[in-house]
């Protein structure tokens, strides 16, 4: 059974630091997403990471993907404030290429003014 | 549509009664999942459609609960006998299709509330 870990679970952070959210998972997979989620609102897409070594940039962040060591990494460089929400990672999972998504337990991202 | 949208924002009801939640998926996605999102659990799927016919309903947690997609685009999501366990954001999202390389697009949730 596919598991998906995240850590830390939560952060808080000065404004202008940088820091980097771990997702692990257990078994195979190439395909994994982040998502960005504010309080009472839907998920957001931010990264589609497709292959071993992908890496992708948005603004602020950066995701990289080591399918090998099983292991994304979201990195943020020198925080604002606009970056507060909820971040979670997701592993396609489940026999047969459904697109089912596995989801971490979501990093809670607190930046500080 | 722009986006995947779904019915109601929110829904309280009372223990025992049977509710449905709508999904309207974007137009010409073949791929239409269900998530549920709660604080104890947090995000969990429930049943994947491809067209109208669902290949994989693992996730639903009991036989309460069932789904049904008509005309390869709305979905419905019907729980009977509603507990009050069953409280929790129901997350509906689209793909164009399983294998695109593409991500799901999630609706905004419709939030349960068992009473």
């Known amino acids: 059974e596919l598991k998906v870990e995240q850590n830390p679970l939560f952060l808080s952070m000065q404004e202008g630091k940088n820091y980097t959210i771990y997702c692990n998972y257990s078994t195979t997979s190439d395909r994994l997403y982040w998502y960005r989620q504010d309080p009472g609102k839907s998920l957001e897409s931010l990264f589609v990471l497709l292959s071993n070594g992908a890496v992708k940039q948005e603004g602020r962040l950066m995701a990289s993907l080591d399918t090998k060591a099983r292991l994304s990494t979201l990195h943020i460089t020198a925080a604002v404030h606009d970056l507060s929400a909820t971040y979670f990672c997701a592993v396609e999972g489940g026999s047969g290429n459904t697109g089912k998504l596995i989801f971490g337990q979501g990093t809670t991202l607190q930046v500080k003014p | 549509g722009a986006g995947v949208s779904q019915s109601p924002s929110n829904k309280v009801t009372e223990k025992g009664k049977d509710v449905e939640l709508r999904c309207d998926p974007i137009s010409g996605h073949t791929a239409l999942y269900w998530y549920r999102q709660s604080l104890g659990q947090g995000l969990e799927f429930l049943i994947y459609?491809?067209?109208?016919?669902?290949?994989?309903k693992s996730g639903l947690p009991s036989d309460r609960f069932s789904a049904e997609r008509t005309g390869g685009s709305v979905s419905t999501l019907t729980i009977q006998r509603t507990q009050q366990e069953d409280s929790a954001v129901y997350l509906c999202?689209?793909?164009?299709?399983?294998?695109?390389?593409?991500?799901?697009?999630f609706g905004q949730g419709t939030r349960l509330t068992v009473v």
């Open positions: 999202a689209s793909s164009l299709a399983p294998g695109m390389n593409t991500e799901a697009f």
């Open positions: 459609f491809q067209g109208n016919s669902a290949p994989d």
